[in-house]
């Protein structure tokens, strides 16, 4: 079965069509890439698969469950994570508790008990920060936790944002270009990262991307958005060497 | 209800909404512009009414220059309250509740002080003969006042709306309001249309001040404040940003007033509580105003 | 935090607590009534203050709606806490409603009652006016506080109207004033510091990242305003048995600019700031008093001003805002360690004055 499916959503503003007819079939454990010029439709895309856009057509399909049109909250809570093109990280927080708060989506106490500073939520949260710290050490940010988020350079903002939507514990992860201003040193470890908590969390990631040595190092599968239509769709290689793709997007042979 | 009774009461709230209209102008252009709730624009209008009580009980001058100076100093003081109390805070890109709480200060401000400077008693505002006349007509009698206010108000208004539409002014005006930094980028001189548009709006604020104290003579420091609330709760019922939307607004809230306590005497209490029940109602319905466009934020 | 550094912060805290205790009972006994008076009020205003930074600095939403609140508290507590005898008295214009009339409960009770009372006003109210932003939601809650006000003349069979409420029992002292602002810092601390304070700070950080991480925005904003509307109507009630007096037009948005003023100047988002400066401006505020009535300095007398008070706060305000924008505190606390940090400083400064040669 199909991890997540999205079917032919269409998302409208107003006269605009940003998105026309997007259809996803993702399976576990798969990295898949979306690339398209800017402007194409692809953050949007997102955002109807997160709950921020309810789709004007179509729908979103979650192990089987119709998750189309619910709030961005209780699709993180069914397991679908996110980062943000524009990092949106807390910035007054520090790093710790920036990811501490993405385990609060899965608290079992009240408010009161939390106050009250009861057995129950004790334990809760001695445990949430025992992951919290797991999870930073894997991301190599433990020696910064206690630094505020909106200090830290932009490579670790990054790392951040993705060890937060990695404490909520997703089945899906979604980056919204998440190589954005990096290097070619930095790229190649970001590669082998998101393999790694691949690996490591099980996880199925869909990425936003429009450095390519990224994409067609990493992802097995490739959607190309353009205007709002899906233009290609394969494996890199079928990518690289579509016409319409080429013309639209990769142009003549660059860097990336 | 008799008919004439009737149209008694569609005049006064005519003319009411149209007072609340002058002053949710105000309110719509400042926020169009630097997205700012200017707190203090309610009070502006005490200050407008007590420079004209000043100007004829103290000065001796005549009724008609009392007025345009008021309207004249209003307009500085508008400017100047932008420039000590809003620019400082928005060159620092401070927080927007930063403005807001300053905005606050700042009406608190010039209530305190107009209280301290003119004291807390009722002041009978002079009005001219002119204005105390009543045109009677086939049993219906509509107070002069009644019918120079919506006509001074459709006025302004035109002109207003020439200014905004037909001229490179308002064309800066709205530039800035649609994007603030790329008006810059295009060369506007972006403090100098701010500054034009608090100058425009505490204008107008005054014309109706003076206008409320003519219809309402009894002045205090105070009478700025329920009015500026519910003229802010008219703009935004109107589509906050939206001129032509201030004036829907205003009159909206105005006609609705005084048409409730005419149809409902017993709720005559309630009916300061009427604009902010509309406030609700359209917040829940059509957050963005009966003519306002649907900003989205980008994600 | 190891364990024995938790069980260190406790001792101090109960330290604190303690002295606090035995500094009340003094006052209680030995200062005149006015000062008793102002105590009092600071520690409602400490209530108060907290009340609103838990939603403004804390949660990010600016809520302007704590005068309203207050009177919720503040009629309730009335209600319940003042003999039949004295509301016959009253409600001389038109009798009191029957079953409000024989309504009677100890001052514990009628605290609670204020604060749930206001609290479900607040939930009913806040629900369909949350989700608006920063500029729309501080008119609105505005609003409501205004309707409250109208609302309150116009009943007259259960508030009096505006005649208001006299001869309230005068409950409210020191040992109820400070006990209840101590249990409402202390469980703000708790909160606060807990996953569920991170969740609101997440909210004032950035709501859209917040709700991405799977928090609900629309039961994070009602907790927080909820709770805030209680303390509130405690602190209304505690008002209300302070005064012995109320009328509708006490509880007007003066009373939430003062609070305002307090929460920024303290600091939006801390706790020990909000502390010190309702007690600091509690204080001034009497102090300023002296303002309005005349100076006689010996050589010179200088004329009272009435209001000259309120211009001078106003003017605080908009000088706070413009150059002390984060407020003495900022989002930080006091903390013990801050205090001993500082101390062990000036003990080192001291120290090396005493021991460094002078020169020539």
Known sequence: ?256 | MTFELFVQHLVNGISLGSLYALIAIGYTMVYGIIRLINFAHGDIITLAAYFVFFGVGLFAMPWWLAAILSIILTAITGIIIEKAAYKPLRSKNAPRISLLISAIGVSFFIENVSTVVFGGRPKSFYSPEIFKGVIKAGGISIPNLSVIIPIVTAVLLIALVYLVNKTVTGMSMRACSKDMDTAKLMGIDVDRVISLTFCIGSALAAIGGIMWGLKYPQIHPLIGVMPGLKCFIAAVVGGIGNIPGAVVGGMLLGLGEILLVAFLPGLSGYRDAFAFIILILILLFRPTGILGEKIAEKV | MTNIMRQNKTLKIIGVILLLGLFIYYAQNNLDSYKIRILNLCAINIILTLSLNLTNGFCGMFSLGTAGFMAIGAYTSAILTMPPEVKQMNFFMSPMNQHLMNLNAPFIVALIMAGLLAALVGFLIGAPVLKLKGDYLAIATLGFGEIIGVVFTNTQTITNGALGLKGIPQYTNLYWGFSLAVLTILGLMTLLNSSYGRAFKAIREDETAAQAMGINLFYHKSLAFAISAFLAGVGGALMANLLSTIDPTMFKFTYTYQILLMVVLGGMGSITGSIMSATIMTIMMEALRAVESTIDLGFVTIPGIPGMRMVIFSIILIAVVLFLKNGIMGENELTFETLEKAIQRFQSKKGRENHEPTRG
């Open chain 1, 1 to 256: 079965m199909n991890l997540l499916e999205v079917k032919n959503i269409t998302i409208k503003f107003g006269g605009l069509t940003a998105v026309q007819d997007f259809n996803l079939n993702l399976q576990q454990g798969q990295i898949v890439g979306l690339i398209g010029p800017n402007g194409a439709g692809k953050t949007t895309a997102f955002n109807a698969i997160t709950g921020i856009h309810k789709p004007t057509q179509g729908k979103v399909i979650l192990e089987g469950r119709d998750i189309t049109g619910l709030m961005p909250d209780k699709i993180t809570k069914l397991g679908i994570a996110r980062t943000f093109q524009n990092i949106r990280l807390f910035s007054n927080l520090s790093v710790l508790q920036n990811v501490l708060v993405g385990h609060h989506l899965r608290i079992k106490s009240s408010p009161l008990a939390a106050t009250l500073h009861l057995p129950q939520y004790i334990k809760e949260e001695k445990q949430m920060i025992e992951e919290t710290k797991e999870l930073l050490k894997s991301v190599k940010l433990d020696d910064v936790q206690d630094e505020k988020a909106g200090s830290l350079p932009y490579g670790k903002q990054r790392r951040l944002e993705i060890a937060r939507a990695l404490a909520t514990k997703p089945k899906i992860l979604l980056l919204d270009e998440p190589a954005a201003g990096m290097n070619p040193q930095e790229s190649q470890e970001l590669k082998e990262f998101i393999m790694h908590i691949r690996d490591e969390f099980n996880l199925t990631i869909f990425m936003i991307e429009h450095h390519m040595a990224v994409v067609m190092g990493v992802c097995e599968h490739i959607l190309v958005l353009d205007h709002g239509i899906t233009i290609a769709q394969g494996t890199p290689e079928q990518i690289q060497n579509d016409q319409k793709v080429i013309e639209a997007y990769l142009g003549v042979e660059t860097d990336a």
